[in-house]
């Protein structure tokens, strides 16, 4: 995919982490930018995301969350980010007190230089309820009519009588500077900012499957009780999988797998190279190999007997297919990952006898 293949140029956020900040604003925008990129996917599968993000912290570095490692979708994005499409997400900061806001400003000056850096190479900045504090005394509200909470507006406007505070918009927009007076309405800044920087397509979207739909919750049960919404279908690389997976040690036929598939064999081998990235005879021989990994680590049976059920003709096409792909030969994997020890240590009766013998060994002599 090109450059110009995408429906936006790219668009690069840095969601900003703190100590003190509201985790549920850094959640709920990771949250929209998560359902983004799944749209995007839907709508080009092969297509480059032009939407990427990471969290960072107060001097610009990439901060790793454990709980994001484990069940993340951040694609990554080989176009090179540029400042003026480079988004940081400032959240707003928890306090016992107003004053206690500017004491925690205070400890971050090298956040004020980052998004004072950021801002004169032409960044775009977001920033939500009290976190505005960092741009304000980063001198980046000069000319600006910024909407602040009901709650904040007297301390800022007392500390900071140069700039305007009388902005009474939930949401808005002022160059390169975006806000947002509340913090519950954090997903909604995020739709927000998609329609103002990607596409309005693409924030609508996102609204529908994010937010509560009244008309739509009604039309959808009228659709579906006159039996309008169809059941989705299994498609053909679906089918053809789960035909594989059930018929492993069959042999191979392309055009017996594409009659199950109800496609053509060429509309098979192309749909199912875009949604696998391997062609199906490459496919079942990763199920047949796989079998035969679990067959060597928890059964005894020889390497023929193997070959037999992964649908092998014999041992040495299944040897030299297991050597090639694991780098090891059939017997050294069973070596080394084997769940079961010879027969001679659990068969039972090996074991009475073993137990008998030495009983009569240990017994005193009649004689």
């Known amino acids: 995919m090109t450059d110009t293949d995408t429906p936006f140029p790219p668009l690069r956020v840095h969601l900003l982490w703190l100590p003190e900040a509201f985790l549920g604003t850094l959640f709920s925008s990771m949250d929209v930018l998560r359902v983004a990129a799944s749209v995007l996917h839907l709508q080009k599968p092969n297509g480059i995301c032009p939407i ?33 499409r480079t988004l940081i997400v400032v959240p707003g900061i928890f306090t016992l007190n107003l004053p206690e806001l500017w004491n925690t400003s205070d400890r971050y000056p090298e956040l004020m230089d980052l998004l004072r850096n950021h801002m004169q190479q032409g960044g775009l900045l977001a920033v939500t309820y009290n976190g505005v504090v960092f741009p304000a005394r980063s001198g980046l509200l000069n000319g600006i009519k910024t909407s602040l909470h009901w709650s904040q507006k007297s301390i800022f406007s007392n500390r900071l009588p140069e700039f305007d505070f009388s902005g009474d918009q939930p949401m808005s927009r002022s160059g390169n500077l975006f806000n947002c007076v509340a913090p519950a309405d954090q997903t909604g800044f995020m739709l927000y900012l998609l329609g103002e920087l990607c596409s309005t397509d693409l924030s609508t979207t996102c609204s529908q499957l994010l937010n509560y739909q009244h008309d739509r919750q009604l039309l959808t049960n009228d659709i579906t009780q006159q039996k309008l919404l169809p059941r989705t279908a299994n498609s053909p690389v679906f089918r053809a999988k789960q035909w594989m997976q059930a018929n492993t040690e069959k042999p191979y036929r392309l055009a017996e797998l594409a009659q199950v598939a109800s496609v053509s064999e060429r509309t098979l081998l192309r749909h199912f190279k875009e949604v696998v990235g391997m062609s199906p005879l490459e496919y079942l021989q990763e199920l047949r190999l796989e079998r035969a990994k679990i067959m060597l680590e928890v059964t005894l049976d020889n390497l023929h007997t193997i070959a037999l059920a992964c649908g092998y003709m014999n041992a040495p096409t299944l040897h030299r297919l297991f050597q090639k792909k694991m780098q090891i030969t ?3 994997y069973r070596k080394r990952f084997s769940l079961r020890t010879s027969r001679k240590h659990w068969r039972v009766e090996t074991i009475y006898k073993d137990v008998s013998l030495k009983q009569t060994e240990a017994a005193p002599s009649t004689d």
Do not use: A, H, R
């Open 52 to 84: 990427t993000w990471k969290v960072i912290g107060t001097d610009g570095g990439e901060i790793e969350f454990d709980q994001l490692k484990q069940n993340s979708f951040t694609p990554q994005n080989s176009v090179k980010p540029v400042p003026e």
């Open 330 to 332: 059939p017997n050294e």
